[in-house]
Nanobody, 117 residues
Framework: QVRLVESGGGLVQPGGSLRLSCAAS????????MSWYRQGPGKERELVAT???????NYADSVKGRFTISRNDVRNTMWMQMNSLKPEDTAVYYC???????????WGQGTQVTVSS
């Protein structure tokens, strides 16, 4: 059974940092592009960052220079280091796996990040 489990969310003050983790089971990371999405209050889900199966990374303009995505295919785990957090980063953050060869799409259940003083 394919499963993605996010962790690491929480409440942090503006300017603070968090590190999100996404652990996978039931499939191997190899051959999947991995991404973080987020959905803020009253907003649509948006793509935050992607790391391809080849290790290339892409970021939304709003998080460039502050967030860093990484992965370890042996551990089937992905992370996102979030620094200089802003109140507008408040959202539920979701882990996504996109299988390259057949475009199968898997989602985690999400982890809440709240940036507030």
């Amino acid at each position: 059974q394919v499963r993605l489990v996010e962790s690491g969310g929480g409440l942090v003050q503006p300017g603070g940092s968090l590190r999100l983790s996404c652990a996978a089971s039931g499939f191997t990371f190899v051959g999947h592009d991995m991404s973080w999405y987020r959905q803020g209050p009253g907003k649509e889900r948006e793509l935050v960052a992607t790391i391809t199966t080849y290790g290339s990374t892409n970021y939304a303009d709003s998080v460039k220079g502050r967030f860093t995505i990484s992965r370890n295919d042996v551990r089937n785990t992905m992370w996102m280091q979030m620094n200089s957090l802003k109140p507008e980063d408040t959202a539920v953050y979701y882990c996504n796996a996109l299988r390259i060869y057949n475009r199968a799409n898997y989602w985690g259940q999400g982890t809440q990040v709240t940036v507030s003083s």
